[in-house]
């Protein structure tokens, strides 16, 4: 059945796009994009009057925990919270049991992924057997079966020679090597960001060094190697800085922010130990945050990211010092944008199609999605006035352990295509 979006706002950098447009969709691609199209006799028409027609929006940072850990959070419930929170495509990160480190493990990602119906799932494959960071991982076997990135993430690959060999043989299938960086030695024990935090609270710090260290010789690595590098989840200014004069030199190092980085800072942390807002890494200090900010909008930050950490109630609702890690973030990663940086003036829809929809697409190698006839009909559609609540109640997903419970935001996806089928409907997961 075809779709007739009439009269959205259409926003896309890629071809310069943004204004009213209608869009049609048959099959699974766009049909045709015009100033004033006809109905279509059998088409159901969508009123986008007053909304934001982006492509499709990608998190190239998720956690779905299947197989191995579908108390927290399984492939078809992951899906539902990012069709809910307007995306099209998600990356897995491997760190699942057993670890997606063979060919076999990327194919029940996709598989599911197919039969869940909602997304498209792109699984990221280990770089090393485990996560161990002794063996190299089986990554030609995932090329073959569909891998889009390669990636130890939630630990570094401690061994610089061990790195060095993953990133030669990444490069060699032109794909891209994600680095979570995290010298443990360094970070050992810590909980929260070392220093004023740390002290007030009186737990054992994890280091901005132990970030930093790790970004300066994966750069160095990237030099020697040729690979392309992709920076995790950045969160201090003298990191962001190390990627900056990365780019300047001409390497091929890109880097990720989530929104907590972004929004949240170590002086959220009170004496009520949410531990909602234990991360890894940590909040840094209010002046990453808003370095991090700048970098966003000023494109030294390619991509936004959720690191979607789903846990169960058990898993959080305990003592700070044992708390896993991790917040989740499909859902309210588009309305956290939406509402602090894009209605404040301070981003532009045009770039926040970029961070979210375009460069995940060309970091993981993906073919890009065009607001255009002929392109794949992954689209997310827009209503920037959408009041949302962040309660509980809001999360599509398995866990609910959001570091924005709270917050009251505007602007949401209302609906969303993937290869032309209605994902999400005025709102409701199809
Ligand atoms: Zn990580």
Known sequence: MPYLIKGAHVVDPQRGLDETLDVLIEGATIAQVAAKIEVPADATVIDGAGKYLLPGLVDMHVHFRDPGFEYKETIATGSRAAAHGGFTDVATMPNTDPVTDTGAEVRYQIDHGRSAGLVHIRPIGALTRGEKGEALSEIGDMVMEGACAFSDDGHGVQSAGMMRTCMAYVSQFDKVAIAHCEVESLTANGTINEGRAS??????????????????????????????????????????????????????????????????????????????????????????????????????????????????????????????????????????MLTKLVRTGEMSWSRLAEVMAVNPRKVLRLAPVTIAAGSAADLTLVDPEKAVEVTEDWFQGKSKNSAFLGETLAGAATDVFVDGKRTLIDGVVA
């Not at 790790?214 to 690595?221: F, S, Y």
């Not at 030099?223 to 201090?236: E, N, P, R, W």
């Not at 390497?251 to 531990?275: G, Q, R, S």
């Not at 002046?287 to 898993?315: W, Y």
């Open 199 to 336: 002290t007030r609270l009186g737990m054992f710090g994890w280091p901005a060094l132990g970030e930093e260290l790790e970004i300066m010789r994966d750069i160095e690595l990237c030099k020697l190697t040729g690979c392309a590098l992709h920076i995790a989840h950045i969160s201090t200014e003298r990191g962001l800085g190390l990627v900056k004069a990365a780019k300047a030199a001409g390497l091929p190092v890109t880097c990720e922010a989530t929104p907590h980085h972004l929004f949240l800072d170590e002086d959220d942390i009170t004496d009520a130990y949410n531990t909602n807002l234990k991360m890894n890494p940590p909040l840094r200090l209010p002046s990453d945050a808003a370095a991090l900010r700048r970098g966003i909008i000023d494109g030294t930050i390619d991509c936004l990211v959720t690191d979607h950490a789903p846990h169960a109630i058990h898993e959080k609702d305990c003592e700070w010092e044992i708390a896993f890690f991790g917040t989740i973030g499909l859902e309210t990663a588009l309305p956290l």
